[in-house]
């Protein structure tokens, strides 16, 4: 038979899970509610005086694949007569080639209406300065790290794990380098000398883009265009960077070369309304999630349900 203290304990899991499933549902109709809200009100934009002059602010954060965003920040800011400066805060170790260079080609497009300056948290390598090198003046804190300029391809290679897997392919092509860089056999002389030469000629694009944003002489850039990174300090001695200073100092430079005489306001892109949404679910997920793990490392809520 089981106890009048068993019963009781069990009880007091059942209201205390209870009482958890009831918060929950109500931080749910919270959230909801929150989002119908902001679908009928429309995007997200800053209460901010009319008539004061603005620094767009366009945020470049971790490994770049995309560049749509950055993009679409650009193009508002560009629009927007409210905005005399925009400010390029990177903070990535690089990625994709053909992203950076977009976001590169905007910002430099922007600067002949704009003054773009890229401000570099913690590190502003490869695709992050290449994107930076758009700007028109770049502020590095002298513990970035920044640099990298080089290009690299890694090639996997599952032959052995097939072999011993019994696993064969067969291919069937209708040119001789269509299969290049298959991940089932090795390079052959001849396509390691085609991607060879692709990584060279997109390096040289990388090298020019430097020296021509940068004023530097191609050969110079050369020199130090073999993949390894500076700290901030080193890069303004190499005229990679223009000042060594934080964001303040970015947001400074960018309000004198934008012309701003008076007080100016900070300016972040309009979210779309997927982006509000997923944000709010990520956020109250995420809050969710580490309350519940407090209460049960507390011995509040059971980690599991009695049997």
Do not use: C
Not at 87 to 116: C, M, T
Not at 118 to 136: H, K, Q
Not at 289 to 305: D, F, K, N, S, T
């Amino acid at each position: 038979m089981e106890d009048k203290s068993g019963r009781s304990n069990r009880s007091g899991t059942f209201l205390i899970v209870l009482a958890t499933i009831g918060g929950l549902a109500l931080l749910g109709f919270f959230s909801f509610t929150l989002m119908l809200f902001l679908l009928l009100r429309g995007s997200v934009v800053s209460v901010t005086e009319p008539s004061a002059d603005k620094i767009g602010i366009v945020n470049i954060q971790g490994v770049i694949s995309t560049p749509e965003k950055a993009l679409e920040a650009l193009r508002q800011f560009r629009d927007n007569e409210q905005v005399k400066a925009i400010v390029l805060r990177i903070d990535s170790p690089g990625g994709a080639v053909g992203a950076s260079q977009e976001i590169f080609q905007e910002a430099r497009k922007l600067n002949k209406l704009k003054p773009v300056v890229a401000s570099l948290g913690n590190i502003a390598a490869s695709g992050g300065y290449y994107s930076a090198v758009g700007a028109r003046y770049i502020v590095s804190n002298p513990g970035t790290i920044t640099g990298s300029i080089g290009v690299i391809m890694k090639l996997p290679n599952v032959r052995g794990l097939m072999d011993k897997l019994g696993i064969k392919t067969t291919v069937i092509k209708s040119g001789r380098l269509k299969d290049l860089a298959s991940i089932t056999r090795d390079l052959t002389p001849e396509e390691r000398q085609v991607l060879k030469s692709v990584m060279d000629d997109i390096h040289q694009q990388f090298i020019q883009a430097v020296a021509e944003s940068r004023k530097i002489p191609v050969e110079k850039v050369a020199s130090i265009s073999d993949g390894r990174i500076f700290s901030g300090r080193q890069a303004k001695e190499l005229h990679l960077v223009d000042e060594l200073g934080s964001f303040s100092t970015a947001l400074d430079r960018a309000a004198a070369l934008g012309g701003i005489k008076g007080k100016w306001e900070l300016l972040y892109p309009k979210k779309d309304r997927i982006s509000v949404i997923r944000d709010i679910l990520e956020e109250s997920g995420a809050k969710t999630i580490a309350r519940l793990a407090g209460m049960i490392e507390q011995g509040q809520v059971p980690a599991a349900l009695p049997q």
